[in-house]
């Protein structure tokens, strides 16, 4: 496993937003986290990314042990993280946002590259390059948010609600770019409340409530599941 | 007429020291959020580097200028260690210590030379006219070496990976760590350049100033003046309410007296807030 969560505990105060949770991201492919507003999703990220400390547990990458590193030195091991709600830097332009995301990175040749490849990924962003992010729709922002952390040259990629508040349409565009990037390699973290896209992308799923793991298996297993069906799939 | 236009350069004087000191009040408060109520003895130690080293030591003049700006940003690095580090997640003690540190500089200040003002000899005599209007060398001087360093500095924000960082920093410091950008390294950073804009603001200005240990006061309020005016956390917000305000405060020192001055810029204030509460380029309200 390239990146595992073991039993891990994070509190707020003194309520556990994390009890105890264990999940296992393999070298390829899309893993989905999904459930209710509140049940721990985004924590679960913020706590691999060093954002969150542990109260408890465990987190390995690469046979290593993150938890509790800052988060700038996970970034350098090779995690990027797309937040809750994008946070690009609105007075940044998009191609400074997206030479943030390379700030680690020395081989300038190879971060040209990158560079190129994202554009390539993502016209919108080219035509935009020297736009101020605050300028650009959602949709565009997430595109930006997915770059930004492109850029890193990252070794899995942890997405938290990219589908948040874009059109029908948006949502494919994010959809075809989330299985793109695991196809071409780099394996994906989806957080997700648009369980029905994050089941139909994923081929394993876990389902977070409350803070707990209540369910997890291939996501086209969960897809059938009647628990899931009633509480995530609207039916 | 030439009255005027002897006092739009006064004013051009005024507006250079004060843009260097708002612009690096400004970095420190975007990058760490804390408001350092010790900037105006930052100043105050760097006019005391001019002292010592050229008018005591008798050091050339550009080089006690250069240590001032080194020594200065080396008490920033010092603040940002043992006091904004430690106080991260407490802006307000952050600024309750500044107020503490602020008053042990005074006293440093007052041991090591006395109470009563210094004075420091120009190291130039001479001055051109400019239609008309009188530039002493070493008022011109220090326009032209704020404007470089503004100019530097700009440059630095715009086209290096460590200003996208700072800048980055200043718009969302979860974000910024999230690309790798480390917090620690960035408050230096701008610790560094803010302290050291204020010690060269003292420095170039100490032959024409008489540096007492209490200088920073004035310095202090007149510079939250600017800051607010431009908009807390615009860098380019600062420079033009430091000219702003230069020409507002000098044409009313020279027309009524600098206690009218002082009030005309405190309702300045008033009026920017009035019309903009977030100053006139004040960041918007954000997500």
């Known amino acids: ?79 990027a993280h797309v937040p809750e709600g994008r946070r690009v830097f609105p007075d940044l332009t998009v191609e400074e946002n997206l030479r943030t995301g390379a700030f680690l990175r020395t081989e300038r040749a190879a971060i040209e590259t990158s560079l190129a490849d994202v554009f390539a990924r993502f016209p919108r962003l080219a035509e935009r390059r020297r736009q101020w992010a605050r300028s650009m729709s959602g949709g565009e922002q997430q595109m930006l948010a997915i770059g930004r952390a492109l850029m890193s040259a990252p070794r899995v990629l942890l997405l938290d609600e990219p589908s948040m508040g874009l059109s029908p349409v948006m949502v494919q565009e994010i959809a075809r770019i989330v299985t793109d990037i695991s196809a071409q390699g780099t394996p994906v973290v989806l957080v997700e409340q648009n369980a029905e896209m994050a089941l139909l992308l994923a081929q394993y799923a876990y389902v977070l409530e409350t803070g707990a793991v209540a369910l997890e298996g291939p996501a086209g297993d969960l897809h059938e599941n009647d628990h899931v069906r009633r509480a995530y799939l609207g039916g | ?147 470089l360093l503004l100019a530097a500095l700009w440059a630095f924000l715009k086209r290096s990976k460590f200003g996208w960082a700072l800048r980055a920093c200043a718009q969302d410091a979860e974000a910024a760590s999230l690309q790798g950008i480390s917090m620690n390294q960035t408050a230096r950073i701008a610790m560094f350049i ?29 510079a939250f003046i600017i800051i607010i005016v431009g908009g807390i956390g615009s860098l380019e917000g600062a420079v033009i309410a430091a000219v702003l305000y230069a020409f507002v405060h000098t044409f009313v020192t020279t027309f009524f007296d600098g206690v009218i001055a002082n009030i005309v810029g405190l309702a300045l204030m008033f009026a920017v807030l009035v019309v903009r509460p977030t100053g006139l380029f004040g960041a918007r309200e954000r997500a």
Not at chain 2, 69 to 76: M, R
Not at chain 2, 205 to 210: D, F, G, I, K, R
Request: some cysteine.
């Open chain 1, 1 to 79: 496993m390239l990146l595992e969560i073991r039993d891990i505990e994070v509190r707020y105060q003194k309520i556990a937003a994390l009890k105890g949770v264990s999940m296992a991201v393999p070298a390829g492919g899309i893993v989905t986290i999904i459930g209710a507003n509140g049940a721990g999703k985004t924590t679960a990220l913020r706590a691999i990314s060093g954002l969150e400390p542990l109260t408890r547990g465990e987190i390995h990458f690469d046979d290593a042990r993150i938890d509790g590193l800052p988060p700038e030195e996970i970034v350098r091991r090779g995690v």
């Open chain 2, 194 to 222: 803010g302290a050291a804009l204020a010690g060269v603001a003292g420095a170039l200005t100490a032959p024409l100033v008489s540096p007492s240990p209490y200088i920073g006061h004035s310095i202090i309020v007149t």
């Open chain 2, 1 to 147: 007429m030439d009255l005027l236009w002897q006092t739009a350069i006064n004013a051009m004087y005024a507006a250079s020291y004060m843009a260097l000191i708002a612009v690096g009040l400004v970095m420190i408060f975007g990058v760490m959020g804390v408001i350092n109520f010790a900037h105006g003895e930052l100043y105050m130690v760097g006019a005391y580097c001019v002292v010592f080293l050229y008018a005591q030591e008798k050091f050339p003049f550009l080089l006690s200028v250069a240590a001032g700006l080194i020594f200065v940003g080396i008490v920033g690095l010092l603040m940002e260690r043992t006091m904004f580090r430690p106080l991260r997640k407490n802006p307000l003690g952050g600024l309750i210590a500044s107020i503490g540190f602020l008053l042990i500089l005074q006293t440093l200040a007052v041991l090591g030379f006395g109470r009563r003002m210094g004075h420091v000899p120009p190291p130039t005599q001479g001055k051109i006219e400019i239609f008309g209007a009188i530039l002493t060398y070493q008022r011109l001087f220090v326009i032209v070496a704020a404007i």
